[in-house]
């Protein structure tokens, strides 16, 4: 069964750090592109980081550069989202999302259950 882990969200405080973890399962983890998105309550869900198949080439919202980090461990099938500097507006679920384009208009597509994080005094 495919499956999407995420872990590591909780309380913070508005500077402090987190790093977020999903657990892949189920799939050739090593053959599928991995992001993060968010979801704030009200807000449309928004990507905040990728990485491709090739763990050097990653890409971030412009309101994560530079205070997030996204990396891979294909060894433990493991992508990880770390979180400095965090700031009240990051306040969100944060979700796991694996995907992989076969052909043209043809594709694999899997979400976690999203992990809760919060930042506040």
Request: with cysteine; glycine share 12%.
């Amino acid at each position: 069964q495919v499956q999407l882990v995420e872990s590591g969200g909780g309380l913070v405080q508005p500077g402090g750090s987190l790093r977020l973890s999903c657990a892949a399962s189920g799939f050739t983890f090593s053959s599928y592109a991995m992001r993060w998105y968010r979801q704030a309550p009200g807000q449309e869900r928004e990507l905040v980081a990728g990485i491709t198949i090739v763990s050097g080439v990653t890409n971030y919202a412009d309101s994560a550069k530079g205070r997030f980090t996204i990396s891979r461990d294909t060894a433990k099938n493991t992508v990880y989202l770390q979180m400095n500097s965090l700031k009240p507006e990051d306040t969100a679920v944060y979700y796991c999302n694996a995907r992989r384009t076969v052909a043209i208009g043809m594709g694999y597509n899997y979400w976690g259950q999203g992990t809760q994080v919060t930042v506040s005094s």
